[in-house]
């Protein structure tokens, strides 16, 4: 079955927002990395130098030396295949899971390597033990792995779905957590939804629907696609019981890299999709750890180095620059954006229900023309999306996205 129910808005509660967030070129982004600049930083991109791009929340352009180290493994590794050879890479997985806990709140033994988010939000889907008449709360904007999986699943289990609608105006996160409180029954076994949609950009108050989600006895799944490589991130605070990432969005790292944290105390509720060979493994203990949902069979060994290194890449800028750095491009975007004629933002202004995602509606305009024109004229790079019917360019600026680009982008549109 599936449901509608009434929502409000939403807002972020990973890590707290900067109170005052640098200008890209202030001495405390610059001093992250001597140098820094969104020029210095584009520079170390594969990036053509002619293409102004603002899609990072689909694909963020690779660090030229993510993809060197990436090609020079994989020249060393079809050299030498042999058994031998590829004993170095369990012990290379080992070491970055227990970075990427690090780096997220959490341990080495929540971490699953996988390919990418979309195949760790379906392990966390799939993998539930649930029976008919089940409730799954989701929202609208669920990814189409977990919204579109879910469906699926439903169908042949009859589960009870209900979906909330997501208001794009919102205005108070308290309205978004009574909405969930409202929704979350004593029959609910699983919450799942996106940190920040990747349709309007709006961003949930994790937290607080984690907490009514632990009091239902919920299985609460983050979608963190959106998030992970630019914001600050502690799945302790936040207090998911599984949370999904791609190495190939905000990280600037390799394609097909992806990260399935699973809390320690509630891995034995959450199957694995499937179990091969463990090629990973060091020891087969750690099958009683989050390891058990990356036995996939034979994997790309030579990306490890290749997420390591952007992991090297982003780390000589500084967590708390990045995040500081992408909200002010954000924000200088946002506003751009809102003084062009005819232009309207989609999505909550609050800077707690924000980030870097950022889609505009031009009610009356040929959108996808408008969009067309932005790549044919300047080679700007963007994404087309659609809410309540409504057709939206998205626009998902970084850290490499200087003012004059934007400013640029600003014109074009004003000039129609």
């Known amino acids: 079955m599936l449901h509608g129910a009434t929502l409000a808005p939403?807002?972020?509660s990973a890590a707290p927002a900067l109170s005052t967030a640098p200008s890209l070129s202030s001495p405390m982004v610059q001093a992250?990395?001597?140098?820094?600049?969104?020029?210095?930083?584009?520079?170390?991109?594969?990036?053509?130098?002619?293409?102004r791009y603002f899609n990072a929340a689909n694909i963020g352009p690779s660090f030229r030396k993510v993809a060197d180290v990436q090609a020079r493994g994989n020249a060393a590794?079809?050299?030498?295949?042999?058994?031998?050879?590829?004993?170095?890479?369990?012990?290379?997985?080992?070491?970055?899971?227990a970075r990427l806990a690090a780096r997220i709140g959490a341990r080495a033994e929540e971490i699953a390597l996988v390919r990418n988010a979309s195949e760790a939000n379906s392990v966390a889907v799939l993998g539930l033990d649930l029976k008919r008449g089940d409730r799954v709360v989701l929202t609208a904007h669920n990814h189409q792995s977990t919204?579109?999986?879910?469906?699926?699943?439903?169908?042949?289990?009859?589960?009870?779905?209900?979906?909330?609608?997501?208001?794009?105006?919102?205005?108070?996160?308290?309205?978004?957590v009574d909405a969930f409180a409202a929704a979350i029954t004593p029959g609910t076994r699983a919450v799942f939804l996106s940190h920040i949609t990747n349709v309007t950009g709006l961003a949930y108050p994790i937290a607080d629907i984690a907490a009514l989600a632990r009091k239902a006895g919920a299985w609460l799944?983050?979608?963190?696609?959106?998030?992970?490589?630019?914001?600050?991130?502690?799945?302790?605070?936040?207090?998911?019981?599984?949370?999904?990432?791609?190495?190939?969005?905000?990280?600037?790292?390799?394609?097909?890299?992806?990260?399935?944290?699973?809390?320690?105390?509630?891995?034995?509720?959450?199957?694995?999709l499937m179990l091969s060979h463990g090629y990973w493994l060091t020891d087969p203990k750690n099958l009683e750890t989050a390891q058990k949902y990356e036995i996939l069979g034979q994997r790309d060994d030579p990306k490890l180095e290749a997420i390591e290194t952007a992991l090297d890449m982003m780390d000589g800028i500084g967590e708390t620059m990045i995040e500081g750095g992408v909200r002010h491009v954000a924000r200088t975007m946002r506003t751009a954006l809102s003084r062009v004629p005819g232009a309207r933002i989609v999505g909550a202004a609050h800077p707690d229900l924000s980030g870097p995602v950022i889609?505009?509606?031009?009610?009356?305009?040929?959108?996808?023309?408008?969009?067309?024109?932005?790549?044919?004229?300047?080679?700007?790079?963007t994404a087309q999306n659609e809410?309540?019917?409504?057709?939206?360019?998205?626009?998902?600026?970084?850290?490499?996205?200087?003012?004059?680009?934007?400013?640029?982008?600003a014109d074009l549109l004003t000039r129609g």
Do not use: C
């Open 387 to 409: 809410a309540d019917g409504q057709p939206l360019i998205r626009f998902s600026p970084h850290l490499y996205n200087s003012e004059d680009e934007i400013a640029l982008v």
């Open 147 to 176: 919204l579109d999986t879910w469906r699926l699943r439903a169908r042949r289990e009859g589960l009870e779905l209900v979906v909330l609608p997501v208001p794009v105006e919102a205005t108070s996160p308290q309205q978004i």
């Open 32 to 51: 992250a990395k001597p140098g820094f600049t969104p020029a210095a930083l584009r520079a170390q991109l594969l990036l053509a130098p002619d293409i």
């Open 10 to 12: 939403f807002a972020l």
């Open 77 to 97: 590794f079809q050299d030498n295949p042999s058994r031998e050879f590829r004993e170095r890479y369990p012990l290379i997985a080992d070491r970055l899971r």
């Open 221 to 272: 799944h983050v979608d963190g696609a959106q998030t992970f490589g630019w914001l600050r991130l502690d799945m302790t605070a936040l207090g998911v019981d599984s949370y999904s990432a791609s190495t190939h969005k905000w990280l600037l790292g390799p394609l097909e890299g992806g990260v399935l944290y699973v809390k320690r105390d509630r891995q034995a509720e959450l199957n694995p």
């Open 359 to 381: 889609t505009v509606a031009f009610p009356g305009k040929d959108v996808t023309a408008m969009r067309a024109r932005l790549w044919s004229s300047a080679k700007i790079a």
